[in-house]
């Protein structure tokens, strides 16, 4: 999703020898497991203040939006079932409610992916804040098999871990962006 040009509609029913499903089974499957294991809060129930670091923002931000979109995925999915088993009666009423989710997909799947762009550019400011950011990632894949970022989004979060690792060693941090390097 986060590098996806598309509309990322990925209904079968619309588009027959369309596009891969996995997508969809990052999202559904990763989404509801990342509730439970990434946030905010995490880092305040071992004493982290996360009020001066905005990276928490932004790892709550990609949360939410990965969570909405996996909850959208999910129906659709159920919808879809409805529709293979429902009668020729009501398909014309289920194919209109599975095209009305299906273009409801293009918006929330943008937010994530402008919600993952924030957190890979967003310095933290601690060094807490930067172990979080790594971990968030790496649990995103781990729980969900959800690579969040690829090419210059790892590029871009590595540039700015390393931006507030040598800002709390008191380093000069690099210069320029991702697609400068």
């Known amino acids: 999703m986060s590098q996806a040009d598309s509309a990322y509609t990925t209904s079968r029913l ?8 996995r997508r969809r089974q990052f999202v ?3 989404a509801v497991a990342l ?38 995925l999910a129906e659709q999915d ?18 209109a409610k599975l095209a009305g989710l299906c273009e409801a997909e293009g918006a929330l799947g943008r937010a994530e992916m402008k919600a993952s762009r924030r957190l890979a550019a967003t310095v933290p ?7 979080a950011a790594l971990q968030y990632v790496r649990d995103c894949y ?3 098999h959800y690579p969040l970022y690829e090419d210059d989004g790892y ?11 040598c800002a709390a060693a008191g380093l000069a941090a690099p210069n320029g962006d991702v697609g400068s390097r």
């Open 35 to 72: 509730a439970g294991v990434i946030s905010a809060s995490r880092a305040e129930r071992v004493g982290v203040s996360t009020a001066l670091d905005p990276v928490f923002d932004a790892i709550e931000a990609h949360r939410r939006a990965f969570e909405e979109l996996g909850r959208l």
């Open 78 to 95: 159920a919808a879809e079932r409805e529709l293979r088993r429902a009668p020729g009666g009501r398909r014309a009423e289920l194919e």
């Open 125 to 131: 400011r601690t060094l807490t804040g930067a172990v």
């Open 155 to 165: 590029r871009l979060l590595l540039l700015s871990t390393e931006r507030a690792i």
């Open 14 to 21: 619309i588009f027959p020898g369309g596009p891969d499903v």
């Open 142 to 144: 781990e729980v969900s």
């Open 28 to 30: 559904t499957g990763g």
